[in-house]
């Protein structure tokens, strides 16, 4: 059963690190285009989002699979905490990224869009921290 939930973990990793890392290619390649013309390229790519939150969910049903050797000794590794913390941040993050990129659907499009880019710098740091910690830690 290891196998499987190490496939699916791995899945939901390119997922929400796709995610990620596509609406970064996205906004630089409209940051190409004329102000409106990118405006609504980017409104248009916010199905993206679904693609992030299924990861997520699968992250966390598989990780939790996973880490059933590691549960009992959680409170002695401290990267697997902030791994795990940075996880919960993850969530937060893209969420906010969603709910920036519904506000400018719906107006002050600049603003909402500059917000999104700024948090999804954030989340990109955050994912690859993620990452590292998570060869650190189970390397």
Do not use: C
């Not at 400018?104 to 690859?128: D, F, P, Q, S």
Request: charged share 10%; net charge positive; glycine share 10%.
């Amino acid at each position: 059963m290891r196998d499987p939930m190490l496939i699916i973990h791995v899945l939901g990793i390119a997922m929400t690190a796709g995610t990620v890392i596509g609406f970064l290619f996205l906004r630089m390649a409209a940051n190409k285009m004329q102000t409106a013309e990118g405006q609504r390229f980017l409104l248009n790519t916010t199905s993206l989002y679904k693609m992030g939150n299924i990861g997520l969910i699968l992250l966390f049903l598989s990780g939790g699979y996973l880490m059933t050797p590691y549960w009992k000794t959680l409170g002695s590794t401290p990267l697997l905490i902030t791994k795990l913390v940075l996880f919960l941040v993850l969530g937060a993050l893209l969420g906010m990224m969603s709910a920036s990129s519904k506000r400018a659907k719906k107006g002050n499009t600049e603003k909402n869009l500059k917000k999104t880019g700024t948090i999804g710098n954030i989340a990109l740091i955050v994912v690859i921290v993620i990452i590292i910690l998570a060869v650190s830690v189970f390397h």
